[in-house]
């Protein structure tokens, strides 16, 4: 059982009696699968969805959802960037799951990729990437503008709410005159924070993926992405990972049974290029798979992708392998007013052939100056931090 302290029971859960009495001989002889996951309703849907697709390949198993509250939604004070200092990297979104699973508390945690660090605790592995989402960001304006305001028309010094340091940067290179205000909470927060009577915010920039898994895509007004003039997304943006204990060998192959080869394939490559710039989730570097069907220019994108301009889900082709995997990058300074992009394609015919295109793209970006832009905002982070310990010390 999970511990009493980290069990967040505030929130219904989907979690099925240990034994209804439709439950099958089978199923009574196994112990349920418990899945981890954070409580925020878009996590619970997410791991809903998981369940689900467990019990259609697995339907001799039983399934329990543990919805935890992670330490980044426990403080909603503390600037993200701050709280992601250090050894702390990314941990805040996991760090409390990832020790109830190491200790079998959990036998699988769902996490937006996106969330989850490039490098997991030793005794954990990343088991298997799902089909993705949309993966692009997305612009929802104010309810007191029209709703076919786009970027190009907001008037020049209009606030934009966001805490994400990649969707500034790129933002601000694009929109010099644009205004930033953090913005911090689940999806349901921030979009009552726009929506506020009194509320700062021309619009605000989320996921895609998240409004359509809450089922709130009509709030989005405009999709951003290479198409409306080089916004591109977080790495692993819109798809979901497993993160089981290494040595589980029964919960590996049920999970690599839903596992989706596209999506693990381009998030893959995108993760090695993280991996490569030693970027946390705080790095502005935006990048976009998409697969196209024959070798061409890297210019000229065929429209054959991963998802099509409404955000659907493109057919799988029938042979990936005769698919060029295409990777846009781009690293933005934080003012926005240096940036480096890069883009390449190739066929890859594994996740680890993936990879290594992106751990390739990375070497380029560094040697056309990315390396000097994440220098100085590592330098600058460490001095915020050093800042910020400083202020504590006065306080106490
Ligand atoms: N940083 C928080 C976070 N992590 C994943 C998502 C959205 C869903 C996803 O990318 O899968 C969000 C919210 C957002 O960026 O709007």
Same mark, same amino acid.
Request: glycine letters at 6%.
């Given at each position: 059982?999970?511990?009493?302290?980290?069990?967040?029971?505030?929130?219904?859960?989907?979690?099925?009696?240990?034994?209804?009495?439709?439950?099958?001989?089978?199923?009574?002889?196994?112990?349920?699968?418990?899945?981890?996951?954070?409580?925020?309703?878009?996590?619970?849907?997410?791991?809903?969805?998981?369940?689900?697709?467990?019990?259609?390949?697995?339907?001799?198993? #039983?399934?329990?959802?543990?919805?935890?509250?992670?330490?980044?939604?426990?403080?909603?004070? #503390?600037?993200?960037?701050?709280?992601?200092?250090?050894?702390?990297?990314?941990?805040?979104?996991?760090?409390?799951?990832?020790?109830?699973?190491?200790?079998?508390?959990?036998?699988?945690?769902?996490?937006?990729?996106?969330?989850?660090?490039?490098?997991?605790?030793?005794?954990?592995?990343?088991?298997?990437?799902?089909? @993705?989402?949309?993966?692009?960001?997305?612009?929802?304006?104010?309810?007191?503008?029209?709703?076919?305001?786009?970027?190009? +028309?907001?008037?020049?010094? +209009?606030?934009?709410?966001?805490? +994400?340091?990649?969707?500034?940067?790129?933002?601000?290179?694009?929109?010099?005159?644009?205004?930033?205000?953090?913005?911090?909470?689940?999806?349901?927060?921030?979009?009552?924070?726009?929506?506020?009577?009194?509320?700062?915010?021309?619009?605000?920039?989320?996921?895609?993926?998240?409004?359509?898994?809450?089922?709130?895509?009509?709030?989005? #007004?405009?999709?951003?992405?290479?198409? +409306?003039?080089?916004?591109?997304?977080?790495?692993?943006?819109?798809?979901?990972?497993?993160?089981?204990?290494?040595?589980?060998?029964?919960?590996?192959?049920?999970? =690599?049974?839903?596992?989706?080869?596209?999506? #693990?394939?381009?998030?893959?490559?995108? @993760?090695?290029?993280?991996?490569?710039? =030693?970027?946390?989730?705080?790095?502005?570097?935006?990048?976009?798979?998409?697969? @196209?069907?024959?070798?061409?220019?890297?210019?000229?994108?065929?429209?054959?992708?991963?998802?099509?301009?409404?955000?659907?889900?493109?057919? =799988?082709?029938?042979?990936?392998?005769?698919?060029?995997?295409?990777?846009?990058?781009?690293?933005?300074?934080?003012?926005?007013?240096?940036?480096?992009?890069?883009?390449?394609?190739?066929?890859?015919?594994?996740? =680890?052939?993936?990879?290594?295109?992106?751990?390739?793209?990375?070497?380029?970006?560094?040697?056309?100056?990315?390396?000097?832009?994440?220098?100085?905002?590592?330098?600058?982070?460490?001095?915020?931090?050093?800042?910020?310990?400083?202020?504590?010390?006065?306080?106490?």
């Amino acid at each position: 059982m999970a511990s009493a302290t980290s069990l967040d029971t505030s929130l219904p859960t989907t979690s099925e009696p240990p034994a209804s009495p439709t439950t099958t001989s089978a199923q009574t002889q196994f112990p349920p699968i418990n899945i981890g996951t954070r409580s925020s309703t878009l996590a619970q849907i997410q791991a809903r969805w998981v369940e689900d697709l467990l019990k259609r390949a697995h339907p001799h198993r #039983t399934y329990r959802i543990c919805p935890v509250l992670a330490q980044g939604d426990k403080d909603k004070v #503390t600037p993200l960037q701050q709280l992601s200092q250090g050894e702390n990297a990314k941990s805040l979104w996991t760090g409390e799951l990832e020790a109830m699973l190491e200790q079998g508390e959990v036998d699988l945690i769902v996490h937006c990729l996106k969330d989850m660090p490039t490098q997991l605790p030793p005794s954990l592995t990343l088991a298997a990437i799902l089909e @993705r989402e949309d993966p692009r960001d997305a612009l929802i304006v104010s309810p007191k503008l029209p709703k076919t305001t786009t970027l190009h +028309s907001f008037p020049a010094g +209009s606030t934009i709410g966001t805490s +994400s340091v990649r969707r500034a940067a790129q933002l601000r290179r694009l929109y010099p005159s644009f205004k930033f205000a953090d913005l911090r909470g689940n999806v349901g927060t921030r979009l009552a924070k726009l929506d506020a009577e009194d509320s700062p915010f021309a619009a605000i920039i989320l996921a895609a993926a998240g409004l359509k898994r809450l089922g709130m895509e009509d709030r989005i #007004t405009q999709y951003l992405s290479s198409d +409306s003039g080089g916004m591109l997304h977080a790495v692993g943006q819109g798809a979901l990972g497993i993160e089981i204990r290494k040595n589980d060998e029964k919960i590996k192959e049920m999970v =690599e049974a839903i596992s989706c080869e596209r999506t #693990t394939r381009a998030c893959s490559a995108e @993760r090695a290029l993280l991996r490569a710039l =030693e970027g946390g989730c705080s790095v502005p570097i935006g990048v976009e798979t998409t697969w @196209r069907k024959k070798k061409g220019l890297a210019t000229g994108i065929e429209p054959s992708l991963d998802y099509d301009k409404h955000g659907k889900a493109v057919e =799988e082709p029938v042979d990936l392998n005769e698919q060029e995997l295409v990777l846009k990058t781009l690293v933005v300074s934080v003012d926005g007013k240096e940036s480096v992009g890069y883009e390449a394609a190739r066929k890859v015919r594994s996740a =680890e052939e993936a990879a290594q295109l992106g751990r390739d793209v990375a070497t380029v970006l560094l040697q056309r100056g990315a390396d000097k832009i994440l220098e100085k905002i590592s330098t600058e982070k460490q001095w915020a931090a050093k800042k910020q310990l400083e202020e504590l010390k006065v306080q106490s």
